[in-house]
């Protein structure tokens, strides 16, 4: 029943759209260190650091203050070890059904969050990079990693970039050249961007309100008082394991009792600087000095203000 609901709310919720071709456009960092995210936001995953005077491939510009690039030189993903079966001319094809791609991080000890899917049979390019092993014995899990696939962007603050000038008017009619578009102005291809930002914005909406419905019918379930691994006040911090900024939360005495990796889908901004109660994944993370807990349900302990 739950799961029939669940099914029809995210149909329900799904509107066909276009995605427009991509136009690129170039654009040199003109700050000392541009972080480089796997999404637009400001607490998702970093995937590495841009210096001053670097060149960026632009894809598309935001109007949130995003460039979505290219990815840069060294950029690179995991994917299941198990999954994949390397090739003779260095590639490697997928065995599973469906093979989750993750973000990686040059010196992070895990990989990032989930990022999208392959299926049986798609292409791989493997990168020389040692293999990533997490857990020993009969639980371990190694990951390979692999190049971008096809398709796959980045993302930079705007600020940090300094836009290559559009091309002239005498140029963009000459039908050799297709004319870069990376300011997000008016144009046959500004209705077509426009659609796709409102298809992204509607998936994120989508996976943000299954997630709360899941939660909702859960909490129905489940009586009032629970056990939980940690309980606090939830404040934003700049602290990062792994690439990937982490939340505090805070005891009685105001200093942080655990630090919380919020996977997406839980909306843990709403919580900001309110009383929570954490269940997941807990363990003491040395570079923190503190209790990691991948979070797996953030509930609020107290009345919104």
């Not at 759209?17 to 541009?34: F, K, T």
């Not at 994917?79 to 090739?87: E, G, K, P, T």
């Not at 970039?161 to 297709?178: N, W």
């Amino acid at each position: 029943m739950v799961a029939s609901w669940l099914a029809a709310l995210w149909l329900g919720l799904m509107a066909p759209s276009s995605v427009p071709e991509a136009r690129e456009g170039g654009g040199e960092v003109v700050v000392d260190v541009l972080e480089v995210l796997v999404e637009a936001d400001d607490s998702g995953y970093s995937s590495g650091e841009l210096r001053r005077g670097d060149r960026v491939s632009v894809v598309d510009v935001g109007r949130s203050g995003w460039l979505a690039i290219i990815p840069p030189d060294g950029s690179f993903d995991w994917v299941d070890a198990s999954a994949i079966q390397a090739r003779d001319d260095g590639s490697g094809q997928v065995l599973a059904d469906q093979a989750s791609i993750r973000s990686g991080l040059a010196g992070a000890r895990m990989p990032g969050p989930p990022r999208s899917a392959l299926s049986r049979g798609a292409i791989v390019r493997l990168l020389d990079r040692p293999p990533l092993t997490i857990g020993k014995g009969p639980k371990a899990r190694s990951w390979r990693a692999i190049a971008p696939v096809e398709g796959e962007v980045r993302y930079v603050r705007l600020e940090g970039v300094r836009l290559d000038p559009r091309p002239t008017s005498a140029s963009s009619s000459d039908p050799g050249v297709r004319p870069s578009r990376v300011d997000g102005g008016s144009g046959p291809g500004s209705d077509a961007i426009t659609r796709f930002e409102e298809a992204l914005q509607r998936s994120r909406a989508i996976d943000s309100t299954v997630e709360q419905a899941r939660r909702t019918l859960t909490l129905a379930r489940t009586p009032t008082e629970r056990n939980y691994d940690a309980r606090g006040m939830l404040q934003a911090s700049s602290r990062k394991v792994d690439g990937q900024k982490v939340l505090a939360l805070i005891g009685p005495e105001g200093a942080p009792i655990a630090y919380l990796v919020v996977p997406p889908g839980i909306p843990a901004s709403r919580l900001l600087t309110r009383k929570v109660g954490v269940r997941g994944e807990v363990h003491f993370n040395e570079s923190l000095g503190a209790r990691l807990i991948t979070v797996r349900d953030l509930d609020p302990l107290d009345k919104p203000r």
